[in-house]
């Protein structure tokens, strides 16, 4: 069960998805993602984005997704210590020993799926510095967080030109200095460059439910009865990972009038 929610949080980390209300009582045994009203996906990135109405401290931002799931998992661990043992002191043991797994297991989910988006067969610790840099420049610059993952996946393979994103969204020039790094960490990565691109596109997906176009769509419904666009973005979003500059608005970024900054619950 804590391996489950190790997995699935280190998957929001990996999407740029943030739940917006990880209360105690919206996370399942199973590992699945339920109440997320005040959801939302990151278009900048930024480690301390908050979209729910409700978190105005900031308790749920994305970097502290990790340490909230920590925490819930000791508050049922507390709940569970009289069917641990009947001894007080071997329950709390118990508890403590399994919630303690929690750290490495998420840091093991995360860097597979980080392994994953960089195109690489795994991260060792030498590569600590090159995934810390390319997020600090992320948010230094602003840099919008799907579609540069996906920017990286199509320069993943210099031989494949067909279909790629970056005819529509060039890489900005800022992130050059760390392209090299990056192509000279690929050369001693045994993978062809045709399996390592079609594992990234795997990984990293070019659509996603953009906030912007959420709320383009509820508004159409609630206000005109519209429900064509809600139908066409579901369409596209039955297939996340596949790009053709046909569906370029969907990939879009949201321009600064666009920019949704709260959710609610009920969204």
Known sequence: MISKQADLIARWQLL????GVMNTDNMLLCGETIDYGPCAFMDAFNPEQVFSSIDQGGRYAYRNQPGIAHWNLSCLAR???PLLDD???AAVALAQAAIDEFPGQFMDAHSAGMADKLGLTGLTESDTPLVEDLFTLMANEQLDFTLTFRQLADLANPDDSAGQLLQDFP???ALAPWLDRWHARLAHDPQSATDRQAGMYRANPAIIPRNHQVEAVIEAAQRRGDFEPFHRLLSVLDSPHRYRSADRH????PKPEEIVTRTFCGT
């Not at 740029?16 to 739940?19: C, D, P, V």
């Not at 969907?250 to 970024?253: G, V």
């Open 16 to 19: 740029g998805f943030i739940h």
């Open 79 to 81: 709940a569970l210590l």
């Open 87 to 89: 001894e007080p002191d």
């Open 171 to 173: 890489v900005p020039d």
């Open 250 to 253: 969907y990939a879009e970024p």
